[in-house]
């Protein structure tokens, strides 16, 4: 008798313990949720910093949770949000917290080109053209896996643009009178070219 009375007793424990973690993992779920659509909520409200929290919030729950769908929207939202927020830094010539809203946006969604286009913008802007070059052809790269012509063929014109206005400068600096260094410099500005541009571009070596 006491035999079953110890057994029923551990058997009632075990359930307790057994519901208790149902009710708070089921809670824990609920809260990610609820901290998307709060998320989405303050995003329509133009409340950033709060959506961005809401969003990091639903993230890190949808990844414990192994809800890898709410994970990846999660971070696409805070991904576009920091693109925003980072354009409207770079229309204020503040580069250095553009750059940081860009590299965020990277860092949480790195397959969203528009982010990546931005950050070379801004590193030319700031005047690292060194930086911006490979930063635009990184960014022609990841619009083309995104499928983003649009993307890809604005990062693309960047470096084009940029190196077409070398050689078109070292062949007018001396008005009709080009000289040998000037012809080499031009020349080797749209060798450069070509190390960014599709094959089919090829003939913009007789622009």
């Known amino acids: ?48 910093v709060s959506a961005v929290a809401h969003f990091n919030t639903a993230a890190a729950g949808a990844a414990t949770e192994g809800d890898a769908d709410v994970e990846r929207r999660s971070n696409g939202y805070i991904s576009k ?28 969604d790195p397959a969203y080109p528009k982010n990546y286009l931005a950050r070379a913008s801004a590193l030319k802007q700031k005047g690292e053209i060194d930086s911006a070059i490979p930063a635009f052809a990184e960014a022609a790269a990841k619009a083309a896996a995104a499928n983003d ?12 643009d940029h190196y077409i206005f070398i050689a078109s400068s070292a062949l007018s600096r001396n008005g009709n009178r080009t000289s040998s260094a000037d012809a080499d410099e031009a020349l080797e500005a749209l060798m450069m070219l070509q190390n960014f541009v599709a094959e089919d571009d090829a003939d913009i070596m007789y622009y």
């Open 149 to 160: 012509s649009k993307t890809e063929r604005q990062a693309t014109q960047s470096i084009r």
């Open 81 to 108: 949000i920091e693109y925003s927020l980072g354009l409207s830094q770079l229309k204020a010539q503040a580069f250095d917290a553009a750059l940081s809203h860009f590299d965020n946006g990277i860092a949480k």
């Open 1 to 48: 008798m006491t035999v079953c009375r110890t057994l029923s007793r551990l058997f009632s424990i075990a359930f307790i313990a057994l519901i208790t973690v149902f009710i708070a993992d089921t809670a824990i779920a609920q809260e990610y949720k609820e901290s998307f659509n709060a998320g989405i909520e303050a995003a329509k409200a133009k409340d950033y």
